[in-house]
């Protein structure tokens, strides 16, 4: 969401020059297909990033842990090495950089609306009117042996979460990240989102930088709400570190 917000005075209503491609993009004419076209609107939905072009293509993107989406003047510093940027648009005397980005790619609508990784993908936490009963279906058809901090970052139950935030939002709701989902309730779950989701936009909004982390990162420091030491461990299948508070979080 962050890119999104940073991006959208830049590109959105505006005409493109493709400035740069991977050269793995090259057969695809990029720069034919999207060069004078006018992004009409920006979206997202969880991680997923979509620029919407007046000719009915769309860019997808999906950062997941390597890509960043940076915003610069043309002629201005590279935030990594240029050799690493996989798309350059500009518009006017600005720039809009994809560096590193594991997934980018262009489709029609139609495309958008049938490809099976997006329609799988569950309610969107930052959505302006979270879909409650969605999300609540979708936590329960899961498998209720697994562990809530696992669970949370399945974007099929719940698209938006990562790392920090599933770490940040058990530690709201003094939740274990460590409990099966048959022991977290409803509410309990439906509190969880409602306790971080204005963390989460906030961030959105103003950047990650301008929320501070109470547990993500903090191992041996002590809790802001009893005082017990942070802890940290790997959890689920990729082992993403988890931070939790053993003392309040039950």
């Given at each position: ?214 547990v993500y990162g ?13 802890v940290s461990r ?17």
């Open positions: 969401m962050w890119a999104a917000t940073r991006m959208r005075p830049v590109l959105e209503g505006r005409a493109v020059e493709v400035v740069h491609t991977h050269p793995r993009f090259g057969m695809d004419r990029w720069e034919q297909r999207l060069g004078g076209h006018v992004v009409e609107r920006i979206e997202t939905h969880g991680k997923n990033l979509f620029l919407v072009f007046d000719n009915g293509l769309v860019l997808h993107s999906h950062l997941r842990m390597t890509g960043v989406w940076d915003v610069r003047p043309v002629g201005g510093r590279w935030r990594r090495s240029p050799r690493r940027a996989w798309l350059v648009l500009r518009a006017g005397q600005q720039e809009v950089v994809q560096y590193d980005g594991p997934v980018l790619e262009l489709m029609t609508e139609g495309r958008r609306r049938s490809d099976q990784r997006l329609s799988q993908l569950g309610p969107d936490i930052l959505a302006p009117e979270f879909d409650r009963d969605r999300f609540l279906a979708r936590l329960r058809a899961s498998d209720q042996t697994r562990l809530l901090g696992e669970a949370l970052l399945d974007q099929r139950i719940l698209a938006g979460i990562g790392n920090i935030w599933k770490s940040e939002g058990c530690w709201e709701v003094a939740l274990d990240p460590w409990r099966a989902l048959s022991t977290v309730s409803d509410a309990q779950a439906l509190g969880l989102v409602e306790a971080v989701r204005p963390r989460m936009l906030a961030s959105g909004a103003g950047g990650p930088r301008s929320i501070r982390a109470r903090h191992t041996g420091h002590p809790c802001p709400r009893c005082g017990t030491g942070i790997g959890q689920g299948e990729e082992n993403r570190t988890t931070y939790w508070c053993p003392g309040c979080q039950l």
